[in-house]
């Protein structure tokens, strides 16, 4: 358990570290991702981008434990 919070820990920070690049690729903001903007009030889902983090990080923690 230690070890997979250590590993989840150093992902985190690199993923904060790497966020201005990946938001610069388009993450965040792909086809089918929700987003309903009124006035000065902005619903966001990002239920695309949600998928595509799920399964990249499926893949990697499969590599992992393999």
Do not use: H, Q
Request: glycine share 10%; with cysteine.
């Amino acid at each position: 358990m230690a070890r997979f919070l250590i590993v989840l820990g150093i992902a985190i920070l690199v993923l904060g570290l790497l966020w201005p690049y990946l938001s610069k690729l388009g993450l965040g903001r792909l086809p089918g991702d929700i987003v309903i903007e009124r006035g000065n009030f902005t619903f966001y889902v990002p239920l695309v981008t949600c998928l595509l983090l799920s399964v990249v990080l499926s893949v990697l923690f499969w590599v992992v434990n393999r």
